[in-house]
Every structure is written in C-alpha cells, then in structure tokens.
C-alpha cells in the first residue's frame, strides 16, 4: 500500500481522479500535496474560484462532517485545516484579482482576560475553508476592539470565544456596548468555547453558541443564507 501511495505522481491524474485524491490530502493534513494540486489545477486553467468551491471548500466539508460526528478529533482536524491554509495561501490572490464571490466575513476574537486561542483558531481556519474572509483578532480582545473592527471591516458575523467562565461575562458586555451604540442588529453575533451552553448564548443576547468549529461554519453559513434570503424580500 505505502509503495502505491509512493508511486502516486498527482499530475499524472485528470481531473475527476485528481480532485477526490485532493479531498483526501487535505482529510489527512498533507500540506505539499494540496497545494501541488491547487497549482495542478490552475495550470489546466481552472478559475481560482473553481479550485476554492470544488477541492478545498468540499473537501473541508468532509473533514467538518467527521469532526462534528466525531470521526476526527482536533489535532486531525488542525491538519487539516493548515492544509487547506497553505493551500488557500497560492489562491487569495488570485481571487482577490478576479473578484471571486465570498460567502462572508467575520470577525473574531478571544475576549478580554483571556489567552486560550486554539478553539478560535480552529474556527477561523474551517470559516475560511468554507469560503469566509476572517479577520482574526487574537486573543485578550476588549470591546474597543472589537466594536473598531467592525466598524473598519464590516463584516457580516462577530464570533467570540472563551475558555475560562471567568471571561465568559465579558461577552456581554460587548454586546450591551453593541445595542447601546445601536449596531447589535447590524451583525450576526455567534459565541463558542468549552464553559458555554446555549442558554448562556440566548441570556447574552447572542445570535448562537456554537459548540464545535464544525457547528460554527453550519450556524455561519444558515444565518447568511438568512440574511440574504430577507434582503431579496426586502
């Protein structure tokens, strides 16, 4: 088995064997041979945003799925996902030249008091693995902060993230300042971390806790599909 995989030369593939074959590099964190694929197809004249939609966002897809059903577990799925980073490295660019559709932005951070990022950082990079831009604010973020990158970035969603439960109050604090500023209603709000619950979501007064990075990219992708869906009505 190890001498076929050996003996695999990916552009020796077409592209219906090369994309699945791209599916399961990035399912196992190979990093050089997703981006030799990302530069395969380009080279056959695929448009970046084909690449993006076609091997990376769908294969990140399978790798969210297995993640959230517990099939992979976060140091896999961290693989993954800076597979997929190097991978995306070769097509923003690209995109950004031929102004390629996104699904959304976001804009998230680890709140005030805070240093644990790994959960955050996991979010960040399924969100862009699923064709969001995601500015990432870092860790020990306070509400200046974030209510100036919203302001500077627009962005369609605020994510925040706690690890501890003595920052988790924190949250709301940056909401509050949101709605007394009138602007809570201009942003989705989503909130994550391993303390947090879906009832101390709705008591913050957060759009949804979401309790996995997996959840988190679904939760996304609902409410901007939601969105869109009221602004064709209105």
């Not at 592209?15 to 056959?44: C, F, K, N, S, T």
């Not at 004249?45 to 769908?58: M, N, S």
């Not at 597979?83 to 680890?110: C, Q």
């Not at 973020?141 to 993230?161: F, H, K, N």
Request: hydrophobic share 45%; with cysteine; glycine share 10%.
């Amino acid at each position: 088995m190890a001498e076929d995989e050996d003996e695999l030369i990916l552009a020796d593939l077409p592209d219906e064997e090369l994309v699945p074959q791209m599916h399961d590099d990035l399912y196992d964190g190979l990093r050089d041979e997703v981006v030799e694929g990302v530069e395969i197809l380009l080279a056959r004249g695929w448009e970046p945003y084909r690449v993006l939609t076609e091997a990376l966002v769908a294969g990140m897809t399978i790798v969210g799925k297995d993640f959230r059903d517990g099939i992979l577990f976060v140091p896999e799925v961290l693989l993954a996902a800076n597979a997929m980073k190097a991978g995306m490295g070769l097509l923003k660019p690209l995109l950004a030249e031929t102004g390629a559709p996104k699904m959304g932005k976001m804009v998230i951070g680890t709140v005030k008091g805070d240093i644990h990022d790994i959960g955050k950082n996991l979010v960040s990079m399924m969100m862009e693995g699923a064709g969001f831009e995601v500015v990432d604010l870092g860790i020990n973020t306070d509400v200046d902060r974030y209510l100036g990158a919203l302001e500077t970035e627009q962005p369609d969603i605020l994510g925040m993230s706690a690890l501890l439960t003595t920052t988790m109050p924190y949250m709301k604090i940056v909401i509050d300042t949101m709605a007394e500023r009138g602007i809570r209603d201009d942003y989705i709000v989503l909130v994550g971390g391993a303390p947090l619950n879906e009832e101390f979501g709705r008591a913050i007064g957060a759009d949804a806790y979401c309790r996995d990075a997996a959840v988190a990219v679904e939760t996304a992708k609902a409410f901007i599909a939601r969105k869109h869906n009221q602004a064709v009505v209105a």
